[in-house]
């Protein structure tokens, strides 16, 4: 534990989360909010530099994003909860942080040109459509970061570039406006791999290829039994190679304790354990593994007033600390107010 250190991180709201974000994501987050002083939020104002004009879902996403973090363990009494654009601070810090961002630091960042892909292509001379908004992506992750002066930003390694440029823009205002202001927050990588979709590829939603954590038992069933297994064994009773198991025993891995992997892999091995009999007994122990988080879930459905108030107050919280902070960078800048 690092005493009183502060940790942020955020995801845009695109609707129910996957086990890919589950093991990648929240179980880190889970951990860490019992050492960390930590602040979690959903990125609302980021959906919108790519989808704009597909907001029909917005709230719902949001409200998703907000439950599947509950029933993953996310504790609202550890954590700060809050839903960005309920904290108007951000806006305007990203306003001041805009005007000392050179353009070329933008145009460069990496991460931008991978989500270009996603901005839809503009017919006239079939070149993405990208706006304004689009380009001020990182310019507005690091009002995000900044706002809080958090000290870590636990996040994948494709955002690791964008935290490079909150820190540069974090060190270029204080430079400029000769104050010791805003720290440098480092990126906290997480080390546990990626969960692999049904077919061996990256899980994600639009591949088709992911168990949602919302999923029923049933679906989740019908899901694992289309699984991957390895591709060179014609007949069950040929001895199996759990390391060419593209997908189901990374998912043993993931789901099973140390016994139950053992067992799995010399029943596999000496041709003991056919790939649909070990792959009905997977789903059932990805259901019971799921199962106290999908009975969290369902109770914060039925009750989602409870949710609203967990973002209310949590955003309360967050208005309260970024107000600190913005009225510090409004003297800095020799504001009027
Ligand atoms: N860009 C992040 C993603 O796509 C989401 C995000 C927005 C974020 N602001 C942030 C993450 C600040 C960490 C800190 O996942």
Redesign the pocket.
């Known amino acids: 534990m690092e005493q009183g250190k502060r940790i ?5 709201p695109t609707g129910k989360l996957h086990l890919g974000h589950y093991f990648g994501v929240l179980t880190n987050w889970v951990k860490l909010q019992n050492d960390y002083e930590c602040f979690f939020f959903v ?1 609302d104002w ?1 959906a919108l530099t790519t989808k704009f004009d597909k907001t029909d879902d917005l709230q719902q996403n949001c409200l998703d994003v907000v439950l599947d973090w509950l029933a993953a363990g996310i504790d609202p009494e550890k954590c700060v909860i809050y839903v960005q654009s309920q904290v108007p601070q951000i806006a305007q810090l990203h306003v001041y942080l805009s005007m000392i961002t050179p353009n070329n630091w933008v145009e460069r960042d990496p991460t931008l040109k991978d989500l270009v892909k996603m901005v839809k292509t503009d017919e006239s001379n079939n070149k993405p459509d990208v706006s304004y908004g689009f380009l001020g ?1 990182p310019v ?2 690091a009002a ?2 900044m706002m809080f002066n958090v000290d870590y ?1 636990p ?2 390694i494709d ?1 690791v570039a ?2 490079e440029i909150a820190r540069d823009i974090a060190r270029r205002f204080n430079n400029i406006y000769k104050v010791d202001l805003f720290k440098e927050a480092q990126p906290k990588l997480t080390q546990i791999p990626l969960l692999k979709g049904l077919d061996g590829q990256k899980m994600g939603k639009s591949f088709h290829n992911d168990i949602k954590i919302s999923d029923d038992e049933e679906t989740t069933a019908k899901k694992i039994m289309q699984a991957i297994t390895d591709r060179s064994r014609a007949r069950k009773d040929d001895p199996g190679h759990p390391d060419k198991c593209e997908v189901a025993f990374s998912y043993w891995e993931a789901f099973g304790d140390k016994e139950t992997i053992e067992t799995v892999k010399a029943e596999c091995c000496a041709g003991k354990r056919g790939c649909v009999e070990c792959k009905r007994q997977l789903a059932c122990a990805v259901n019971d593994y799921l199962r106290p988080l999908r009975e969290r879930r369902k109770y914060y459905e039925n009750h989602i007033d409870e949710v609203r108030e967990i973002i209310a107050k949590g955003s309360e919280k967050a208005r309260i600390e970024a107000q600190k902070v913005l009225e510090q960078v409004q003297d800095a800048v020799k504001m009027y107010r």
């Open positions: 942020m991180s955020g995801m845009r990125a980021h992506y507005l992750m995000d970061i930003v996040v994948g955002q964008h935290i």
